[in-house]
């Protein structure tokens, strides 16, 4: 028998491995390779039997990656993607003329997409794909050279480039403001308050502002919405209070859809970053973008 030459699992149990770890899911990961999740199993277990350590802990909701499967992942994600580019570069036959940006639908709807007609005055040479997404993993898919990520600054095997910070603050509609125009910092947990259930742990919602603020509270009730941008349509309809960020706000509340309710504010306890791959070339296209970035960052940091 002749001895595979890199000394590794079979392509076939790998590529398994790693869309069950993207998906931290076996059921997914079989629909998308489209075989039945007892072969994804099978093909788990037999990378397991190989190594000798166990890649996934089974728990009842679905699975988790051990140390081990974490490591594995982060090899063949980045791995598969660069490998994945090559192939795309090959069928497209240039690559300087197309790149693929990641970020939340809050950051592309409210600050990105209106800022892009400059960009395509620009530059209307180059094709931008958006990945809209609010779930940090889509951020990981092959096609993504750049990403604007919200946090602290770290994420595995990525550089991160700090494009600027924010300001939170109540934000609500110019009716409801009328209405409480008494109201203080202290009384807004007596309010209708809206929450936004961002899949993002990073986003800081309002326990994180009342703590923050030193405003003592119990349990905040209130409507729960899953995008930004809805809860600031039920804002706009005086339908109580959301968080606003200032960077993706303030040009509502200069136009007097929404206003500042009590004088609250708080530093965001992150900021918004540029990141790409540390171990992959960008393209001539995503290099475009990113000093078109970094330009109208510069002047955003300004304001």
């Not at 899953?226 to 804002?235: D, E, P, T, W």
């Not at 609250?264 to 791959?277: D, N, Q």
């Amino acid at each position: 028998m002749v001895r595979r030459y890199y000394d590794l699992p079979s392509l076939t149990a790998l590529a398994v491995f790693e869309a069950s770890a993207r998906h931290l899911s076996f059921k997914l990961a079989a629909a998308e390779l489209n075989v039945t999740p007892g072969a994804v199993s099978r093909q788990i277990k037999s990378i397991e039997d190989e190594l000798g350590v166990p890649l996934f802990v089974r728990l009842a909701s679905g699975v988790m990656l051990t140390s081990a499967g974490e490591d594995l992942y982060g090899v063949l994600a980045s791995s598969f993607s660069r490998a994945s580019d090559v192939v795309r570069t090959v069928k497209r036959g240039d690559r300087s003329k197309n790149v693929t940006v990641a970020c939340t639908d809050a950051f592309a709807t409210m600050w990105l997409i209106p800022r892009m007609p400059d960009f395509w005055n620009q530059h209307g040479e180059i094709t931008v794909d958006h990945l809209i997404s609010d779930n940090a993993r889509d951020y990981r898919r092959a096609e993504v050279e750049l990403r604007i990520r919200y946090g602290f600054g770290s994420w595995p095997d990525e550089n991160a480039e700090m494009l600027f910070d924010d300001m939170i603050y109540p934000v609500c509609g110019p009716g409801f403001a009328q209405v409480h125009r008494d109201a203080v910092a202290s009384s807004l947990p007596d309010l209708p308050l809206l929450h936004v259930d961002w899949v993002d742990p990073d986003w800081a919602g309002w326990d994180e502002v009342m703590r923050r603020a030193g405003i003592p509270h119990g349990p905040l009730r209130g409507r729960r919405f899953g995008k930004f941008f809805v809860a600031l349509q039920a804002v706009q309809a005086d339908q109580g209070i959301a968080v606003g960020w200032h960077r993706l706000v303030r040009n509502l509340v200069e136009d007097g859809k929404l206003v500042k309710i009590t004088d609250l504010e708080v530093t965001a306890p992150g900021g918004y970053y540029l990141t790409w791959y540390d171990n992959r070339t960008l393209s001539p296209a995503a290099e475009v973008f990113r000093e078109w970035l970094r330009t109208i960052s510069a002047k955003e940091r300004a304001v």
